[in-house]
T-cell receptor
Framework: DTGVSQDPRHKITKRGQNVTFRCDPI?????LYWYRQTLGQGPEFLTY????????KSRLLSDRFSAERPKGSFSTLEIQRTEQGDSAMYLC?????????????????FGPGTRLTVL | DQQVKQNSPSLSVQEGRISILNCDYT??????FLWYKKYPAEGPTFLIS?????DKNEDGRFTVFLNKSAKHLSLHIVPSQPGDSAVYFC?????????????FGTGTLLAVQP
């Protein structure tokens, strides 16, 4: 299977602990996104990488959050000093760059997500 | 403010009939729209997309319609099947923006009754 993979699928942690999630995108995809989804809401954008460069961060991403994509391949999302409000599904997506608005491709494909529970 | 709105939290349809899911947006910069399907404990699965230069796109049982003047799009599923039961999310992006990040609606839970 060559889809987007995420690890771990589930993480339970105590408040104040640090956690790190990993995302492996589809191999030829140069764009990588992180989203967060809470109950009853749609996914919300957190941050975006083009190759290894982090080009945008949402205001949702506080100083406790950091993301990396070394060498433009896999990405990690770290949350320091977790809070109960960080409990959510963290989703990773990847895509190609679509050259024209109506060109095929460019859709974002999502991984299965990491469910974080902060006690 | 909610830039992408799905005003129907749920929809129930009989197997074999048409399912119509609706989505409204407020940002006139959005020019690329997508529908995703999501099962519990899984990530969203891409279904179909449409760019603002079209008003209709079909893929098998799925058709998306875009009405730019009304800032409205809809997803038609025909015929509906029990396996279509899931949460459907509408998403939009600004192709001219740097990131093409997606702005999602809150989703509509579709139940297809056998």
């Amino acid at each position: 299977d060559t889809g987007v993979s995420q690890d771990p699928r589930h993480k339970i942690t105590k408040r104040g602990q640090n956690v790190t999630f990993r995302c492996d995108p589809i191999s030829e995809h140069n764009r990588l996104y992180w989203y967060r989804q809470t109950l009853g809401q749609g996914p919300e954008f957190l941050t975006y990488f083009q190759n290894e460069a982090q080009l945008e961060k949402s205001r949702l991403l506080s100083d406790r959050f950091s993301a990396e994509r070394p060498k433009g391949s896999f990405s990690t999302l770290e949350i320091q000093r977790t809070e109960q409000g960080d409990s959510a599904m963290y989703l990773c997506a990847s895509s190609l760059t679509r050259p024209l608005l109506d060109s095929p491709g460019g859709e974002q494909f999502f991984g299965p997500g990491t469910r974080l529970t902060v006690l | 403010d909610q830039q992408v709105k799905q005003n129907s939290p749920s929809l129930s349809v009989q197997e074999g009939r048409i399912s119509i899911l609706n989505c409204d947006y407020t940002n006139s910069m959005f020019d690329y729209f997508l529908w995703y399907k999501k099962y519990p404990a899984e990530g969203p699965t891409f279904l179909i997309s449409i760019s603002s230069i079209k008003d209709k796109n079909e893929d098998g049982r799925f058709t998306v319609f875009l009405n730019k003047s009304a800032k409205h799009l809809s997803l038609h599923i025909v015929p509906s099947q029990p396996g279509d039961s899931a949460v459907y999310f509408c998403a939009a992006s600004d192709y001219g923006g740097a990131t093409n990040k997606l702005i999602f609606g809150t989703g509509t839970l579709l139940a297809v009754q056998p």
